[in-house]
């Protein structure tokens, strides 16, 4: 089992340095904020995966991408949630602002902005201090326009 040039007391190779990052170590929750374009490195974020549904109520300190499947209120307390482009959201969301690429039925509510990109749908009413809604998103509700809010947070 051991030659003669062996001894018990020898530590195994360590791996090579260059080693490719595994698929889990990009899109694990938790990785810093800093990969993430449009996110400030300085506050901290999660990502829930496509591959997920939760039902019941959602709450954070943190910002926030869902990109799979939510039904039931969320409350981020002033953070930023993003709706990645695969996510359906049935709730009612309180944020300080709202990023949406996919799929949401409920009313927003923002302190500061709301942003319905190109592919997104919002299915209810929106309360916020700025919005912006780009060619061929969907949008069916009420907007509220309060640029008090944000100036209250300040």
Known sequence: MWNKQQT????????????????????AFGAPSAARPGISPSRSSARLGSGLHIKGQLTGTEDLQI????????????????????????????AGEVVVYGKVVGNLHARDRVDVKTDGSVIGDISTARISIEDGAHFKGRIEIDPAKSQAAD
């Open 8 to 27: 018990q007391t020898e530590a195994p190779p360590a791996p090579p340095l260059h080693a490719p990052a595994s698929p889990a170590t990009v899109v």
């Open 67 to 94: 990109d799979g499947k939510v039904e039931g209120p969320i409350s981020l307390n002033g953070h930023q949630l993003t709706v990645g482009p695969t996510a359906v959201l049935t709730s009612e969301i309180h």
